[in-house]
C-alpha cells in the first residue's frame, strides 16, 4: 500500500491530467492516460484504491465473503499500482477552479494547489436517500454502508438484520452478508412485474451475462434461507432510542439493524460546483452532467466518467475511463484524432455490451413516488438540519420554487453535507407540491470548500502560495 | 452494533472510544470501531439533540462527525484507524477550541 507520507512540496505542482476518484473509472483512465505519455494525478479520499465497489479490495481480497466479486479490482489495482502515477489515498478535493486548472487539496491536516491541463471527476455514484419515517434511529443505515463495513473490516451486524427497499446490490450485499455468517431477511419493495419490464425493456440477451450472475444472486440466497418479502409499501422504522423493527403494510420485522437501499445515483457534488451543464435523467431519475461520447463536459478542460456520468456500473466505468482519458491524449496533443479513435474502438464495444441490461434494470428497479417524495408530514428529508417533507411543503407553496430557495427558507442543504444526502429527495418535493416537473424547479448549487476544512489547512494553503517558487 | 470476524481479519488496531481501550481490525474507520464499540450514539445533532449513528460510511452523510484525537466535526468514516486513536462522541455543535 502507498502510505509512505509525501510531503506537499516536495511533490510536483503540475500535471498534464488530473483525476479525481480511483474507482473503476479513475484508475482505467491513469493507466490508458500513463500509455499516452501523459503525467498523471490521482486524488481519492479513501486510503486505497478501489472505489466503492472495489472499497479496500487489497484487504477484502482474502475475505471468502467478498473474495469472488473483488478478484476484477485487484487486477485493475495491480496495474493502476504498477505505473508511474502520482496517486494520493487520503486526499480531498475541496476546491476546483476549471478556467485556471487549480486543484486545491486537503490531507493530514495540510492544504496545497496544484494545477493540471485537464481535470477528469470520476466522483462515482451515491446511494440514492431513502427518506422513510424513523430513518436517522440510529441502527437504520444504508445497504452499502453495511457492505462498506464489510468489505474495510470485515464486520458484519450482529443480531437480526433486515434489508429493505430493491435492486441490485441488495442481492449482493445479501449473499455477501450469508457468505459471512448472517443471515437477513429481504423486504422488497419493488413494484414493477419483472417478466413485462423486461419484455419492454428489452436488452436480456445482449446483456445476457450480468443477467444470468443477477438470477444466481438471487437463487442462492433464497436457497440459502433467506426469508423474503415483496412488494412491501409504506415503511417506517420503529424504536424509541434505536431502530426496534421495520413496519409495513401488513406486516412487521423486528430487527437490530435496518439496511435500506433504493439504488443509486451519480455523485454530482463537484460537477455541479463547478457549473457544468447538467441534464434530468428522466429513465435514472436523477440529474447527471452533459457529456458526449467521450466523457468531455461543458467546460472545455473538464471530463466526467463512471458512475459519477451515468449509472451503469464498474465495466461501463472502466471502459468510459478509458474513453475520456485517450480524449485527453488527444486534446493534450499526444495523440492524433486518427489515433484515438482507432483506440477508443474496443472501449466503445465495451462499453456498449455493459449499458445492454441497464433499461432493464433502471425500469424494474424503479423507486416509488413515495421514496422520491415522502407523503407524511413529519418524515425528515434533510438529516444535518431536521427538515421534514411538512415544512418543505410549506415552503414550496409560499413561494420556494426551487432547492436553492428552500435552502434560504428552511436550512436544508446548508448543514455539514451541503445537501448531498437530501438535494434530490428537496427537489422531488418541492416538484410535486408545485405540480411541476422536477427539471423545472432545478437542483442545488453547492459552493466550495466541498467538504469543510479546518483554519489550520487553509492557512497551510496560503504558506504554500507563498513559498512557490 | 457489529461484530468482527477475527478469523478473515486477524490484524488488529488498539484504539479509544469514549475512553474506553477496544482492538478494531485493520482497515477500519473511526466509525467502524464506534459500531463495534457497541456505543449507542456517536453524536447528538445540533438542532433537537437526537442520537445519530453513521448512516452512509462513505463520505457523503456527515451522520458520523465526531471527535478524533482531539478535533471535532472530524467525518468518523473518512478517518482510517491507527493505534492509540481517541474518538468521542460529539455533543450537538462542535465548539471553538478555547
Request: net charge neutral; glycine share 10%.
Amino acid at each position: 500500500m502507498n502510505l509512505v507520507p509525501v510531503k506537499a512540496a516536495e511533490a510536483p505542482r503540475k500535471f498534464d491530467l488530473a483525476i479525481i476518484g480511483a474507482g473503476p473509472a479513475g484508475m482505467a483512465a491513469a493507466i490508458t492516460a500513463r500509455e499516452c505519455g501523459l503525467s498523471v494525478l490521482v486524488v481519492d479520499e479513501n486510503a486505497a484504491p478501489g472505489g466503492q465497489v472495489f472499497r479496500a479490495a487489497e484487504l477484502a481480497g482474502a475475505d471468502p465473503a467478498l473474495a469472488r466479486d473483488m478478484a476484477p479490482g485487484l487486477e485493475l489495482i495491480a496495474r493502476f499500482r504498477a505505473l508511474d502515477i502520482t496517486y494520493r489515498p487520503g486526499t480531498t478535493l475541496w476546491m476546483l477552479e476549471p478556467d485556471t486548472g487549480t486543484l486545491s487539496l486537503a490531507r493530514q491536516g495540510e492544504s496545497m494547489e496544484v494545477t493540471a491541463e485537464r481535470t477528469l471527476l470520476a466522483t462515482g455514484a451515491q446511494e440514492r436517500p431513502v427518506p422513510i419515517p424513523g430513518w436517522t434511529l440510529p441502527g437504520v443505515m444504508s445497504a452499502g454502508a453495511a457492505q462498506i463495513a464489510l468489505k474495510t473490516a470485515g464486520m458484519v451486524p450482529s443480531g437480526k438484520v433486515v434489508l429493505a427497499g430493491q435492486g441490485p446490490l441488495m442481492w449482493l450485499l445479501a449473499n455477501q452478508l450469508i457468505r459471512a455468517g448472517v443471515m437477513p431477511v429481504l423486504v422488497e419493495t419493488r413494484t414493477q412485474p419483472i417478466l413485462r419490464t423486461a419484455l419492454e425493456a428489452g436488452g436480456i440477451f445482449s446483456g445476457f451475462g450480468q443477467l444470468a450472475k443477477g438470477i444466481g444472486l438471487i437463487l442462492k440466497a433464497r436457497q440459502a434461507g433467506m426469508r423474503v418479502i415483496t412488494g412491501a409499501k409504506h415503511l417506517r422504522a420503529e424504536g424509541s432510542a434505536r431502530v426496534q423493527a421495520l413496519r409495513f403494510e401488513g406486516g412487521v420485522e423486528p430487527c437490530d439493524t435496518l439496511l435500506l437501499h433504493e439504488g443509486v445515483i451519480p455523485s454530482t457534488h463537484i460537477s455541479m460546483a463547478i457549473g457544468l451543464e447538467h441534464g434530468w435523467d428522466a429513465r435514472q431519475l436523477c440529474w447527471r452532467p452533459k457529456l458526449d461520447a467521450f466523457g468531455a463536459s461543458s467546460h472545455a478542460r473538464i471530463a466526467v466518467a463512471g458512475d459519477g456520468a451515468v449509472i451503469c456500473g464498474w465495466e461501463a466505468a472502466v471502459a468510459a475511463g478509458q474513453l475520456a482519458a485517450l480524449d485527453a491524449g488527444l486534446r493534450l496533443g499526444r495523440i492524433s484524432r486518427a489515433d484515438r479513435d482507432f483506440r477508443a474502438e474496443a472501449s466503445a464495444a465495451a462499453l456498449l455490451q455493459a449499458r445492454a441490461l441497464r433499461p432493464f434494470l433502471d425500469a424494474l428497479y424503479a423507486p416509488s413516488q413515495e421514496i422520491l417524495a415522502p407523503p407524511e408530514e413529519s418524515t425528515i428529508i434533510c438529516r444535518c438540519e431536521e427538515v421534514t417533507a411538512g415544512s418543505l411543503r410549506w415552503a414550496a407553496a409560499i413561494g420556494a420554487t426551487g432547492p436553492n430557495q428552500a435552502k434560504a427558507y428552511l436550512r436544508c442543504g446548508m448543514g455539514p453535507c451541503q445537501g448531498r444526502l437530501c438535494g434530490s429527495t428537496v427537489a422531488a418535493v418541492i416538484a410535486e407540491t408545485r405540480n411541476v416537473p422536477v427539471e423545472e424547479v432545478g437542483h442545488l448549487r453547492p459552493r466550495a470548500p466541498y467538504k469543510p476544512i479546518t483554519v489550520q489547512e487553509l492557512a497551510s494553503a496560503q504558506q504554500r502560495v507563498d513559498s512557490l517558487p | 452494533m457489529f461484530r468482527t470476524r477475527p478469523d478473515h481479519r486477524p490484524e488488529t488496531v488498539q484504539v479509544f472510544v469514549e475512553g474506553r481501550a477496544l482492538m478494531v481490525p485493520e482497515g477500519s474507520s473511526a466509525a467502524a470501531a464506534i459500531l463495534i464499540s457497541g456505543l449507542s450514539s456517536i453524536r447528538e445533532t445540533p438542532v433537537s439533540g437526537s442520537p445519530r449513528l453513521p448512516w452512509c460510511m462513505m463520505g457523503v452523510c456527515f451522520d458520523c462527525l465526531a471527535e478524533i484525537d482531539g478535533v471535532a466535526n472530524r467525518q468518523a468514516c473518512m478517518v482510517p484507524v491507527v493505534a492509540g486513536m481517541r474518538i468521542a462522541r460529539q455533543h450537538g455543535a462542535r465548539e471553538v477550541q478555547r
